[in-house]
């Protein structure tokens, strides 16, 4: 066959994600500097610098670069949305929340560095994220993209995003009426806006147009609910193959789960349409430049961790 059938077979896409994400992580390292009072620092820096895959901020970077855009214009928007993911792990962990001690293979935050720490340090994200983004988006990508992008990431975190989300998840814990559509509305909010809010400021401050950014919206929600999706399927199959029983974990808990409400079959098939959706909103797109964004729903829907 010709080998202009498989225009996409030459990108590495492993070799993409480990580029961006250890310049992602340099960024993270300057960003957060142990300066005093270091204790706050340290602890900002134990959570941000652990070992996450970095998918929030590898999105932005590759919508950026897909709208015509060079990595330094979104670098800072890429901090800034893993700074606001890892200040509402930090959060979502404490005893009042979750109560989780372990995050991304250690000690969650409050465990080593204690209760009251762990919520300031996750304060101070919160804020440096804006701070970071508005002080180190290169002036030429233009004010109005830089204001439009912090509105972006404002939505995303307060109370019509990922506090939205917790709040309905926390107060619909152990409910045996949690239904499908609450669901969605848990998993919407807690996880697929900041995935959104990552494609649509790349795409913004990469200089994408009005139309460009919608499109990539629309990839963005497909890929944000699969995440989650995903997400419960892998706590039912993990924790069956842990347990060597034919039920895992999330199928027998309280919590509700796409596999619980409607099966480990559909919830399969519901992410594969999900998959699809979201490629259907690259279609636009030359397919060598929409290789990462393909590559990373890819990832996203067959990712093992
Ligand atoms: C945002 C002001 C403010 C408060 C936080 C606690 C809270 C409100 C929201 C909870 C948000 C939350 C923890 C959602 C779960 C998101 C999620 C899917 C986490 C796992 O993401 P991965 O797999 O993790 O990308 P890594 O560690 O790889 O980055």
Redesign the pocket.
Known sequence: LPSQVEPMSEFDFEAYMKVKADRVNRALDVAVPLCHPEQINESMRYSLL???????PMLCLAACELVGGHEGDVMAAACAV?M???????????PC??NDDL??GRPTNHKVFGEGMAVLA??AL?SLAFEHLAAHTPTHVGSNRILGAIVELGK???AE???A??II?IASEGDPKVDLEVLEYI?VH??AV?LECSVVCGAMLGGGSDEDVEKLRTYARHIGLL??VV?DILDVTASTEELGKTAGKDMVSDKATYPKLMGLSQARDFAEDLLNKAKEGLAGFDPAKAAPLLGLADYIAH?T?
Not at 50 to 56: D, F, P, Q, T
Not at 84 to 94: A, C, N, Y
């Open positions: 652990a070992s996450g895959k970095r998918v929030r893993e606001v993911h890892t200040m509402s792990l930090i959060h979502d962990d404490l929340m979750d995050r991304r996750g304060d919160l995303a975190v307060g995003g990922l506090v989300g917790q998840d998993h807690k996880t900041l995440f989650q997400d990712r961790n």
